[in-house]
DNA sequence: GATGAATGAGAATTCATTCAT
DNA sequence: GATGAATGAATTCTCATTCAT
């Protein structure tokens, strides 16, 4: 009751609990109210709407995204290609099965951009920015002379699709070795486009 | 719409339609009953209740999948592996292009899956029939002697992975060449395992 | 909860009561329906709207305010001319003081006209209609030669002024002689207008 | 905005003008407080409730209204009847012409006096002190011997009802010649009692 | 087979009001 | 003098569900 930052806080990390475990139409402000043990109307003074709460959300997960999913190619040298691959889907694996609650959010937002164009955009432009990423990578490869101009476009789609269903199998009851399925991506594609020195 | 049988599929049809269009929370009795142009009570003679209307088509779309998905193995030969894989992926990809609803409905029971262990359980079951698929075709190729026993699982998991996410990306508005990643899929896994004669 | 006419019926009268009384804003469904007995889902089996609710009631007083204010202009000839606009007038103060809410909720529609184009609309209709009423008489009396053609444009607005003010005046607590206050107005503004058989 | 007697006037102001537009229950005090930018509980130093800042906002009105239609009857003579009895309207149309809200503001209170007394009892006040104005100057001008004494109480009344509706009908959208009309008011009702002298 | 009428539960939202600071 | 933070009560409205007919 005296903390501004602190019942933001609590409002927001219970949203994100409770959303991405009952999905935004079945949780209604009040179940947040009652768990964080504030009146519903304490939502509104710092959300001006349950639509509003969503959204600011969905910022906060798409700037968390793009932190996360950042690749600094400056690192990338000839030698690395591989291990930087390797290292990219398997930091993912490791934060996902950690925090399964996130990607089950984002799922939901997934789904809430069928019906909102405004998240349908961001969603668009996230996955595309996904898509770069290896495509960025396999290029600088290229430039580097560690693999051959051979498909890359393809071969990165190919390796974005992999990872971004590593993710999302994890949530299900499936335990599958991910980061040996990530590996054995990685070492397909790039099988056959490696030089030699690699 | 006197009809018996004819009322239940219309039920079931724009129930499919309105649920994979707008998800289950925000399709209400009310809506499917007056686009179809009965009384709402209409529903409840066909089905106990709405969970129970969802259930219903939720087998249905369940044995819709694995008519779909199932593979004659005693097809595959020495000789056709690769074709039969890259036939399958395409015939998926026409079918998902042409029937978007589908797999969007399909979606909507996966996230319906993180609140409920009905779903869960089934739809692990399907996954992993799913997964089994590919598995049983590599082992089979390797039994062909089309393929050297070599990390045939985690590959098949691969692929089932690539396949899976090919259908739910058509979803989005990014454009792909999804034919050409799925054949890249079958070509990078199988490179290197394939036997000479291949 | 067996008859479908009655329960609109009640519906209606008891906002027209309730809403005459203490105002849209005042007036909650929830009054509205724990008055009659019903439960509150059962009033928007009827109307899609508390809007949709007033509206209807506009509705309804504005065709009683026609059928009240109709007059049939065949029956003015040149000795009645007075006694008619006498009977007018007396027919709506006599009707106004046994239904003091009907100009009650009336003036709520006014009021409502302030923030709602639709009434907006509708009220100047009526009053023009109204001041019409006035102008026609006084007109057809000039042409039946019972008064002669003095400003009788004018005339005619002052005596829809006077009139439209009695039935508002009635609803204050203040006991005037409203009869002779109309038959004041009716001579006042036909006095030096009429024709000498008059 | 620092200034304690600027912050009351500005609550005052804002209200006034909120509440002729709205109505009090369709402007809340957020609205308020929001338009002047100030906090809401600083709505609370001044005033202990909305309804005491209706209230407040009531007894300047009224004090208006007496002090704007205060008339010194000294000044009448037997000469100038008529045209104090002109001025007196034209001088009032003026104003209303002017300032719409005034009166809009009024008729808020005239229906929010049918559900409390307070205001039912003022407005009574209020509505007779009216009616005697134009008692007292017809009294007077009998006593002047300007009009004879041929009742009088009830054409005052009749001014007074034309004079009251003129300033509502203003607040219509109709536009008619609001200053004929209550010359045609003032002349009908005198005609055939004025002196000849006059 | 189907529906008209109705309901209880619960949703989002708004508001006047309070109080420690 | 003024406000940030919070609340209880009320509002409109929607929904799944029921049941007599």
Chains 1, 2, 3, 4 share one sequence.
Do not use: C
């Not at 947040?32 to 710092?46: L, N, Q, R, T, V």
């Amino acid at each position: 009751m005296r903390n501004k930052e602190q019942t933001y806080k609590q409002i927001m990390e219970t949203a994100f609990t409770m959303f991405s475990e009952k999905g935004f139409d079945q949780t209604s402000l009040t179940h947040i109210a009652s768990e964080i043990g504030i009146s519903k109307p304490a939502i509104y003074y710092y959300f001006k709407s349950k639509d509003e709460l969503i959204k600011t959300l969905f910022e906060m997960i798409v700037a968390e995204i793009q932190s996360i999913t950042f690749i600094d190619l400056e690192e990338l040298d000839a030698k690395n290609v591989k291990s930087i691959l390797y290292q990219v889907g398997e930091s993912a694996i490791l934060r996902q099965e950690k925090d399964l609650k996130f990607n089950q959010l984002f799922n939901h937002y997934v789904l809430l951009s069928t019906r909102d164009d405004y998240y349908s955009e961001q969603l668009t432009k996230i996955q595309k920015d996904f898509l770069n990423i290896f495509e960025n990578i396999l290029t600088k490869a290229v430039h580097l002379n560690a693999i051959k101009e051979e498909n890359i476009v393809i071969k990165s789609q190919l390796l974005a699709l992999v990872f971004d269903n590593i993710t999302t199998f994890i949530l299900t009851d499936i335990k599958l070795d991910y980061k040996k399925i990530w590996r054995e991506a990685v070492d397909s594609v790039l099988k056959g486009i490696e030089h030699d020195e690699q």
